[in-house]
């Protein structure tokens, strides 16, 4: 397992009245990007396949396998703040952070790589209008990604189901 500290990336902020501004180059591992796309410098993204997996104990992991992948790449667990038994990943960083996690398991050629993020909303008093809010939030952090991730074949298989 290999962590990736720098990445590339195309940054894209949207402002209220449609415009766009884009910045990119390299970005680094735990921090907060605008709208980020994540691009892996070994990766051609014409031969990659991509899955996404919410970070929640219920159909997606156990909560045995969420306390590995806890444990395994760093991220803290809690229990919903509605639903008791119900486990999700937590980011503890800034109070926005209120929704769980997204696991995504990247398939290169021989290769695989693994991605931790989290997203929030840049402002508390968001939201915003209804065009911009069906991008989702805005700020994005990228808690890691690793090459040749360690994972169980169960967990696989559940990031790989759609």
Not at 32 to 56: C, F, G, M, Q
Not at 81 to 107: C, M, Q, W
Not at 124 to 140: C, H
Request: glycine share 6%; proline share 2%.
């Amino acid at each position: 397992m290999k962590l990736i500290e720098n990445f590339y990336c195309i940054q894209s902020e949207i402002f209220g009245d449609g415009s766009t501004n884009n910045t990119e180059g390299i970005s680094s591992i735990k921090t907060e990007l605008i709208r980020p796309s994540v691009k892996i410098l070994d990766i051609e993204s014409a031969e990659k396949k991509t899955y996404t997996k919410r970070l929640v104990a219920d159909d997606s992991f156990t909560i045995n396998e969420l306390l590995f992948l806890s444990k395994t790449y760093g991220f803290e667990i809690e229990e919903h703040s509605r639903y008791e038994g119900y486990y999700v990943s937590a980011l503890k960083i800034h109070k926005l952070y209120n929704s769980p996690g997204d696991i995504t398991f990247i398939e290169s050629g021989d290769k695989e790589y693994l991605m931790i993020e989290f997203r929030r909303w840049q402002y508390e008093y968001q939201p915003r209008g209804a065009g911009e809010d069906s991008l989702g939030e805005d700020v994005t952090y990228i808690l890691g990604i690793w090459e040749s991730p360690l994972l169980t074949d169960e967990i696989i298989a559940k990031i790989k189901k759609r």
